[in-house]
């Protein structure tokens, strides 16, 4: 363990440096991001000597005095040494590009401010990385909620409108409500165990009856689904993910999201899991539905956004959803013989392989689009456009990392949403009746997911980086430093990596999906010809049913372009002629060119029902009706969660506060008489039966 000491001490110290900021600022953001640096290295270590086949150990934490009921417990085994890989493959990235981006962006920010995002950028970074690696509940709650609230200061710490202020508070309150589900989840178990460590909670479920074991899972469902942002819970992160600064998004989405799924994981498959019996139904087929809502109305949701954030973090719900599709589909499936054993494992590993692959091209994403945004001062794509002559690297990198969100070949986001559906096809295919119908409007839905993705991408790189441009801010736009560069060059060749050469990952998923399923390793059922060739072995006398060399796809697209490119050279007879393009007459300028509003228009009117889309057309006119000087369009679409849930909620506890306030008369004899109203009813219906 003493790579896991030697990461707290490099985040402890990160933290520390905040100290430097009283001297220089810019000291202590070089400090800060090189500490989270060795710490992401010596984490990326741990994970790797643990996947690799070390057996991983517990460290119990030199502090009994401060816990006396408890002691503080860190245990690494192969789910959280492959949770920790995919948060310390993020941190690298981002602690590459914070420097250059923080001085850039925020040029005039003062020691105090600085110092307060060094400390709890390095305090998020620990936390993440060791709620991974708790081995008591205790260690599990205390740094998920130090998660919470550095990633809050994270996000407000550059407001000055308010408006990252108020996503704040709404990123607290339901991240708090998710976290009162998860107390309540522990202290139950706790309560039954008699203790903290999760081998007494595991010793402790498997004599829980079917219904109490059920409650748990859902109250803990609740909770890590709050944090993930699966609809109807997502409401906080298309705000507060947008407001934090951009390599804190990045880590924030492609990372902390994860955590909560490794939470899911933790508990069905570990905590909660009866011996030797399948899951219950209602827990699988819940998290695949869910699942499979949230990948579509994310990308829905996602395609009508012209702030690049914002349409950045909705498609982060469409990526939990489909990792959450693979892992529904994995608790259905798993100890049951009759519809396949092998295809558990399929389905988890498919859901594995797309965290790391969504924490690499989103990371990816999100990076690019704080770069655009470091050298432009806005977010909005109606003003951007023509980047790609300014910001060559940034533009490159971003349609790689759109190429790969799409579930594009030869990139990482095709392999793992492939495997997914090879698990949905295999699981179609042996069920039947209703079962059989959700499973294959599961998939239906997946690749409607993955086409809207496309769509969305399309949107968001041509509007962004193609056309001319349609504000002084990208005219003036330059290249970012090469540190950012560096940071985007690291995740961009993961994607690359990943999706050429998957095989490869296949072993280092070994360890958690043996872990979890106590059956073959995803290598013996997932690659069964070499490294370069994904085979899904789903028959049952273990022959490959499907198989695809990604190596090959990569090839075949390489030499296309390359005979592409060379047949368009070689018909080329004469030099090419440069003319104005004709616009009737007109001088073409930025107002010809297609806008995000335009390009998602269609799709609004198609589904209309869902987006209840609201417009606003402002004409004036120069003294007649028939003569218009200018006309101002506004429009915007409607999230159904916030207004029929949230909007409801919200008026619910006004009025209910109002009538509060109204009875609150100031006189004490009032206030006695509830409180004795309230313990008569306390006494009625808990105390009648004990005698």
Known sequence: ???????????????????????????????GHLAALVGAVAGLGVSLGVLVGDQGRTLTLPLPELFPFARLTLAVDGLSAFFLLVISLVVIA???????????????????????????LNVFLGCMAFVCCAGDALTFLLCWEGMTLASYVLVV????????????????????????????????????????????????????????????????????????????????????????????????????????????????????????????????????????????????????????????????????????????LAMILWRREDVGGALATVALTAALLHT??????????????????????????????????????TAGLFLLGAVAISALPPLNGFVSEWLTFQALLGAASRFHG???????????????????????????FGVTFLGRARTPHAEHATEVPPSMIAGMVWLAALCVALGVAPGYLMHLLDAPTTGLLHGPGASAVVTAQGPLVLSTALTASGTDATAISMTMVAALLIALTAMA?????????????????????????????YTATAFAKPLRFVFAALYRPRRAV??????????????????????????QIYHRVQRGITVLSRTIRLRSTGRIHGYIGFVLAALFVALLLFGVGQR
């Not at 994403?365 to 003003?383: D, I």
């Not at 959700?438 to 399309?458: D, E, K, N, P």
């Open 434 to 460: 209703p079962a059989g119908l959700v499973i294959v409007f599961s998939a239906a839905m997946l690749a409607l997911t993955g086409g809207l993705a496309a769509a969305c991408f399309a949107k968001a």
């Open 356 to 393: 790391v692959n969504h924490a690499a091209f989103k990371g990816l994403l999100f990076l690019a689009a704080g770069s655009v945004l470091c050298r432009t001062h806005v977010r909005n794509m109606e003003e951007l456009g023509g980047l790609a002559r300014r910001m060559p690297w």
């Open 565 to 593: 490119w060379v047949l368009r050279r070689g018909l080329r007879r004469a030099p090419p002629r440069t003319a104005p393009t004709w616009t009737c007459g007109m001088s073409p300028t930025a107002r010809f060119d």
């Open 94 to 120: 981002a602690a590459i590009y914070g420097p250059a981006y923080l001085r850039a962006h925020s040029p005039g920010a003062g020691p105090a401010r600085q110092a307060a995002q060094v400390l709890a």
């Open 157 to 328: 710490a550059g407001d000055r409108d308010g408006e990252n202020a108020r996503a704040g508070l709404l990123y607290m309150v339901m991240t708090h409500g998710g976290t009162a589900l998860l107390l309540v989840a522990f202290l139950a178990l706790t309560e039954r165990a008699g203790a903290f460590d999760f081998a007494a909670l595991r010793a402790a479920a498997g004599g829980l009856d079917g219904m109490t074991r059920t409650t748990l899972f859902f109250l803990a469902l609740g909770g890590f689904a709050t944090k993930a942002g699966v609809i109807p819970l997502h409401v906080w992160l298309p705000r507060a993910h947008p407001a934090a600064p951009s390599h804190v998004s990045a880590l924030m989405s492609g990372v902390m999201l994860k955590v909560a799924i490794y939470g899911i994981l933790r508990f069905a498959f570990d905590l909660l899991a009866p011996v030797a019996a399948p899951l219950p139904f209602s827990w699988g087929w819940t998290v695949l539905v869910a699942g499979t809502i949230s990948a579509v109305l994310g990308v829905l949701y996602a395609l009508q956004q012209h702030d690049l954030k914002r349409l950045l973090a909705f498609h982060s719900v469409e990526n939990i959803g489909i990792i959450l599709i693979g892992v529904g």
């Open 618 to 643: 402002i004409r004036e006119t120069a003294g007649t009706p028939y003569v218009f000087q200018r006309i101002h369009y506004s429009g915007e679409v409607v999230d159904l969660a916030e207004t």
């Open 1 to 31: 363990m003493t790579g896991t000491l030697l990461m707290a001490a490099c985040y402890g110290a990160g933290g520390l440096s905040s100290l430097l900021a009283r001297w220089s600022g810019r000291l202590a953001l070089g400090v």
